[in-house]
Nanobody, 118 residues
Framework: QVQLVESGGGLVQPGGSLRLSCAAN????????MGWYRQAPRKQRELVAR???????NYLDSAKGRFTISRDNLKSTVTLQMNSLKPEDTAVYYC????????????WGQGTQVTVSS
């Protein structure tokens, strides 16, 4: 069992920055692929960024060059640094953990609201 707790959301002006953090407990954090998803009103949840246990990353096209995902296996945390935020980044952001073995159920955090508005 993995528990994920996000923090760091809020209201920011266009062009601003926010840093989201996700703290995990309950399992061997280092083996999990960690990710950040988001869901805007009336839209499907989408993957924003993901980082594997080996440190490989991939990003939503619109996030490339603006967002950076990182992990600290000693602290069992994953962070999403978001720069140059745009109104279209407004969404609830969810932390996600996926174990590497076949058939493993994913874990989700409770979500944190990010609002980009002037």
């Amino acid at each position: 069992q993995v528990q994920l707790v996000e923090s760091g959301g809020g209201l920011v002006q266009p062009g601003g920055s926010l840093r989201l953090s996700c703290a995990a407990n309950g399992s061997i954090f280092s083996i999990y692929t960690m990710g950040w998803y988001r869901q805007a009103p009336r839209k499907q949840r989408e993957l924003v960024a993901r980082i594997t246990s080996g440190g490989s990353t991939n990003y939503l096209d619109s996030a490339k060059g603006r967002f950076t995902i990182s992990r600290d296996n000693l602290k069992s945390t994953v962070t999403l640094q978001m720069n140059s935020l745009k109104p279209e980044d407004t969404a609830v952001y969810y932390c996600h953990a996926q174990a590497p073995w076949y058939g493993a159920a994913p874990y989700w955090g409770q979500g944190t609201q990010v609002t980009v508005s002037s």
